[in-house]
Each structure stands twice: as C-alpha cells, then as structure tokens.
C-alpha cells in the first residue's frame, strides 16, 4: 500500500518539476537578454563611427548586428562548456535564430 501512495507523490512533484524548469529557463533567457544583449547593443553603437550620428538608422542596424553576433559566439561557448542545461541552451539557440531572421 505505500508504494501506489510513494509513486502518486513523485508522480505529482515530477509536474512540478517541469514547471520549476520552464521557470528557471525563461529566467536564463532574460537573464541573457539583459546581461548580454543589451550591454552588447550599447557597445556596438558606441563603436559605430561618430562622424555619421546624424543618421539613426544605420548606427541601430550595425549595433544589432554587433550584438547579434557575439551573441552567437557567445552561444557556441556556452554549448561547447555545456555551462546551462540543454532545454536553455536550445531555447537560447532558436531565440538567435529567430533574431537573425
């Protein structure tokens, strides 16, 4: 009789499990997003040449690009060390996707 109550109750904490996980990988996402990204946007507007400030847009393109693309270094380190868990380095690798699109 313990085991069907043992089994009910790690059937019920792997569910909250699950969620615990998609939690801590949407944390993971925006944690990168804001320690990466950003920092990464700012820096490649600041590279871009200051003679050309009068125009907006190809200063905003080439600070996407910038960031976008050490981002993806960034990526392939990271998969590499395989330092985050692979449900977030997945999540991270179909963001950039996306985001290069």
Known sequence: MDAPDSA???SGSSGGDSSGAAS???RELVG???FCLLPLYVAGSL???MRVRALALPRRLFACSFSL???LL???LLDVGELL????RAALWRASLLAHL
Do not use: D, N, R
């Open 74 to 76: 960034l990526l392939v």
């Open 47 to 49: 590279l871009y040449p």
């Open 8 to 10: 009910a109750g790690s």
């Open 24 to 26: 801590s990988t949407l």
């Open 32 to 34: 990168f997003a804001a």
């Open 85 to 88: 868990s692979a449900t977030t």
């Open 69 to 71: 693309s050490l981002c």
